[in-house]
């Protein structure tokens, strides 16, 4: 019997370290989840660092804005953890916009370029400033600091290249009225 | 903007195909009426009127329209065949409690049409035959049989008041089921060729119940054609009874029946061709079809051989239900262009 | 005919076919409309770049838009006249979105750009591919892929059989057969020259046996050349591209790969008639052969200028026979409502069908799936349409992809024979753009990722010298230190340039 338990306790002990497999680390794992807005919103600066307290276990699922109730379903199921909500005390999930300077206000000071978390700001000082729209994320650092609040955040609208079909709705009555 | 292609459709509706599998089983409850006589009727009617009260009671619960739920006629199928399973002279209640409790356990219970895990009539067959079993094995001898002779009123009356008959009569009308009588007999170690001369025996199997079957039969080779059930399923459950029961008979022919005495009797082509084909319980794909109708097969003859009861395709059926999407899983079948 | 194929794809259905409607008139020429609405967007890849601007004058076959890369295609001035607006219009497309498109008001004298047939017999493929990049020729069965691009093919990879797709498998459409029937020779010509220019060994049309006179034409088309006509039965969909390879020569191609792969092209029949026509006669592609079937009062088939208004279209058939304007273009298996009456002919636009209550009675309503799997008979891509329906209905997206929901070529023949009238193709169409949206989004985050990660690293790396170079200022003492510290700014600064060099290389 004893014998027995130490036999396998040594087979056991030996697979676990010679068949090891080595995963995503945790935070790796939740960063892959959160969409990368590198808002801020959450209370951390960027999503690094947001990913690092949830793993510690210091921040709640439930911080992510631009995640929406989605992601907090996601890391949910990831952590093993009970789904909840969005907290909207972070913020409301908006849609998906990009930034734009109007180029007739912007005075080329570079107070945007420094706040912008992916360097989706072309410009250097006393040149004019532009949104590089396809990286932008539409996180809003970028608008306190304008000392002439000159970006807006506009909405991006469904085009031909984004258009998808919509999930079919039909309903035993309503089938009646199609 | 209303995109649905394809704008056009040629499919039977589900009340139709409902239909069509009632129609094929025409035949076999007329072979009924004429063997046992006008009992099968009443629970045939029994069970229908319960099923829509039934039906129209729980959609009301749930809140979803009445009318398309109660036409399609699925209900009425299981209905059907519970009645045709269980003895044609129990007492109405048990029929009625069996409709019910098919209805809620086997149907609605896990979401109506489309999402019940286990055939809904097996599910109120097993249930009755657990809970009575000494109601459930009392089955009814053929009137051809019959010592006594019962009209059609007295069936009537005992299935409304067993009280009204008198035990006589109540016992002359009932007798062991050729399966059944099979199985006792062996047990008391009687060798089967002596049992086989009991009067209960026609060609190959029970007299009048093998007619029985033969009407199932013709209503399971309508459906074929119809094109409402495929070949897989029934082809794969008789072969495999009959070659399994002819391995059994081939070792010990004393001990074990003929492989078309299985194959005809007791309720093997009702199961073949209308209880293991029910879509929604069932496997999806071809080879899982066929995996199917096997394992219930040997699980039918094994109960039948070694098992506590003298006919096992309820219980072969829940236990294979239970199995399906591990089939429908492992049996998906080569799709254009891999390999 | 005798049918002479052996080979049998899973499924298929048999709808009626309805094709009789529209075949009984000729082709039709239609006048020069008003206007005439042309998408920069008729084909797949990348738009077309804009070379005209309003107050142009051009003449008929000009290039008023250029490709723009290897996978697009051109766009030419089907009359000649004056470029009125490039605004944007409603496209016939499920959508209802608009596009820009150039808008020409003709002239209606109908001048000609000086046509330059090209004597392909001599030259070169390379320089071949090069004029028909120019002609704006596009799949015309419908996939509008740059024809170009189909003829272009690798050194080390041969093309031994071109097909020919005269099968047009859906009801209702006529097109293909009205062409087939009046201009035989046109096809049997551009077969020749895509053969010639694909050094393909064997060219072989595949036809369905309902087309009785337009495999006659084209049988007598075909006399004197080595091109095999093959007749397959009349079973939807024989019209796809990779079940035709298989039901003529019984090679089912991969789903990861191209037909091309294995040697073998498939080329539609107008496309092939257009490629002769742009050829030998040197018309760029301008037009094409609309079928105009259902409530109309004449259904027919009429060769139509490219950015006619639809209008113009069902009043050359009579106009509707019903007050429900409702219009579907392409078949009605996979065809698709059109948002309003005055979208504009391109060049996918094989078919349009009004829809009457008789002809496309309203769906009836839909009941849960019971399992019967008769999706799964009929579907030729011998998928599973029921599990593909339940992951997608649940929007367990990586479980209907494992399944192989891209490979479903949305021929509508589940939702055909679905007892319970379930809309299958919707959702398998939801569940695609759904996936595809979301690997995009994944794809942008991490983008988003790595710009932040470098952003990062860049800050603390300008940290770190600014450190350096404040430590070296304070201890230094002038000349010598001085002199020091000149020569390590210069190699801190080229050490600076190096690592940015590096970095640009690594992402």
């Known amino acids: 019997m004893i014998f027995l338990a130490i036999l396998l306790g040594l087979v056991l002990g030996y697979s676990a370290i010679k068949f090891k497999v080595d995963g995503d680390p945790m935070v790796a794992r939740i960063d892959a989840i959160l969409p990368q807005t590198q808002c801020g919103q959450c209370g951390y600066p960027g999503c690094k660092p947001y990913a690092t307290a949830i793993a510690k276990g210091e921040a709640d699922i439930n911080q992510c804005p631009p995640g929406g109730d989605a992601g907090a379903k996601a890391l949910a199921e990831l952590m093993g953890v009970e789904f909840k909500p969005l907290n909207e005390e972070h913020g409301i999930q908006k849609p998906k916009s990009v930034a734009l300077i109007d180029e007739s206000t912007c005075i080329g000071c570079t107070l945007c370029i420094q706040a912008c978390p992916v360097d989706a700001i072309l410009g250097a000082a006393k040149q004019m400033h532009t949104i590089i729209a396809s990286e932008c994320t539409g996180c809003e650092l970028c608008l306190p600091p304008c000392p002439v609040d000159c970006i807006t955040l506009e909405p991006v609208h469904e085009n031909f290249i984004s258009w998808k079909w919509k999930y079919p709705i039909y309903n035993i009555q309503k089938a009646q009225k199609a | ?339 | 005919m005798q049918l002479n194929n052996i080979f049998k794809f899973n499924g298929g259905v048999q709808p009626e076919e309805n094709k009789t409607l529209s075949t009984g008139l000729p082709i039709a020429r239609l006048p020069i409309p008003k206007k005439l609405i042309l998408p920069l967007r008729q084909h797949v890849g990348q738009v077309a770049k804009l070379k005209v601007k309003p107050g142009d004058q051009v003449l008929k076959g000009q290039m008023i838009a250029e490709a723009d890369g290897n996978i697009s295609a051109s766009i030419h001035a089907p009359t000649s006249g004056k470029i009125l607006k490039i605004s944007e219009e409603i496209l016939p497309h499920p959508s209802g979105l608009p596009d820009f498109c150039i808008t020409i008001e003709p002239d209606f004298e109908d001048i000609w750009i000086e046509k330059k047939p090209i004597s392909w017999k001599k030259i070169g493929r390379a320089q071949l591919i090069e004029a028909l990049a120019q002609s704006g020729i596009v799949g015309l069965g419908g996939a509008v892929f740059p024809t170009h691009m189909k003829l272009k093919i690798n050194q080390n990879q041969t093309i031994h059989t071109l097909v020919i797709n005269a099968a047009e498998c859906e009801p209702f459409i006529t097109c293909d057969d009205m062409l087939m029937r009046e201009r035989a020779d046109e096809i049997i010509q551009g077969a020749l020259i895509t053969q010639t220019i694909l050094e393909a060994k064997k060219c072989v049309v595949g036809i369905e046996n309902n087309k009785i006179e337009a495999y006659e034409a084209l049988k007598k088309a075909a006399q004197k050349t080595s091109i095999e006509i093959k007749v397959v039965p009349t079973l939807y969909p024989s019209g796809d591209a990779k079940r035709l390879i298989y039901l003529l020569m019984g090679i089912e191609t991969p789903n990861d790969k191209r037909s091309s792969d294995l040697g073998i092209q498939v080329f539609n029949v107008a496309t092939v008639a257009a490629i002769y026509r742009y050829l030998e006669l040197g018309e760029p592609s301008i037009n094409r052969i609309v079928t105009i079937t259902g409530a109309v009062k004449t259904p027919q088939n009429f060769e139509v200028l490219f950015g006619t208004p639809l209008s113009n279209l069902i009043n050359a058939a009579g106009g509707s026979l019903t007050k429900q304007k409702k219009f579907i273009m392409g078949g009605p298996m996979m065809g698709f409502d059109l948002p309003s009456i005055d979208v504009p002919v391109t060049k996918a636009m094989n078919c349009v069908i009004e829809s009457s209550p008789e002809l496309f009675p309203a769906p009836k309503p839909v009941m849960p799936c019971i399992r019967c799997a008769r999706c799964a008979d009929a579907c030729p891509v011998n998928l599973q349409p029921q599990e593909l329906y339940w992951f997608s209905k649940s929007s367990q997206l990586e479980k209907a992809r494992e399944y192989n929901l891209f490979d479903c070529i949305e021929c509508g023949c589940c939702s055909y024979v679905c007892p319970s009238n379930i809309p299958l193709v919707q959702f398998y169409r939801y569940a695609k753009s759904e996936i595809i949206a979301q690997d995009k989004s994944k794809e942008a985050a991490n983008t988003a990722r790595e710009r932040n990660e470098f952003r990062l690293a860049r800050m603390e790396r300008e940290k770190k010298e600014r450190a350096e170079r404040h430590a070296q200022k304070a201890l230094g003492a002038q000349d010598k230190e001085a002199q020091d510290e000149k020569k390590s700014t210069i190699a801190a600064a080229m050490e600076r340039v190096k690592q940015n060099q590096q970095e640009n290389i690594n992402n």
């Open chain 2, 1 to 339: 903007m209303e995109n649905r292609s394809p704008y056009i459709v040629n499919a039977p509706s589900i009340s139709i195909i409902m239909l069509k599998v009632l129609l094929a089983l025409i035949p076999g409850i007329i072979l009924y009426v004429y063997v046992f006589g006008l009992g099968v009727i009443i629970n045939i009617l029994l069970a229908s009127i319960t099923v829509v009260l039934t039906e129209s009671a729980i959609l009301t619960i749930r809140k979803l329209p009445i009318k398309p739920f109660i036409l399609d006629g699925s209900g009425l199928v299981a209905a059907w065949l519970l009645a045709l399973s269980i003895p044609s002279i129990a007492p109405w209640w048990i029929i009625v409690l069996g409709t019910i409790l098919c209805i809620i356990f086997g149907k609605h219970l896990y979401g109506g049409l489309g999402y019940n895990l286990f055939n809904p009539a097996m599910v109120g067959y097993a249930i009755l035959l657990i809970s009575f079993p000494s109601i459930m094995t009392h089955w009814q001898t053929p009137s051809n049989l019959m010592i006594v002779d019962a009209s059609w009123l007295d069936q009537i009356k005992v299935i409304f008041n067993s009280n009204l008959l008198s035990k006589e009569t109540l016992d002359a009308m009932t007798s062991a089921t050729p399966l059944d009588y099979i199985k006792t007999q062996l047990s008391l170690n009687q060798p089967l060729a002596t049992i086989q001369h009991d009067k209960i025996f026609g060609f190959v199997s029970g007299r009048g119940l093998e007619l029985i079957n033969l009407g199932y039969l013709a209503g399971g080779l309508y459906m074929l054609k119809e094109k409402i059930i495929s070949w897989h399923l029934p082809v794969a459950f008789l072969s495999t009874l009959f070659f399994s029961a002819w391995l059994f008979n081939f070792f010990a022919p004393d001990t074990f029946a003929s492989p078309l005495f299985h194959v005809m009797s007791g309720g093997s082509i009702l199961c073949a061709f209308f209880i293991i084909t029910d879509p929604v319980s069932g496997p999806t794909t071809p080879r899982g079809k066929i995996y199917f109708g096997t394992a219930i097969a040997l699980l039918v003859l094994i109960i039948r051989l070694f098992g506590g009861y003298p006919e096992g395709i309820a219980f072969a059926v829940l236990l294979l239900n239970i199995c399906v999407p591990l089939i429908d899983s492992l049996t998906q079948p080569r799709i254009f262009g891999h390999k």
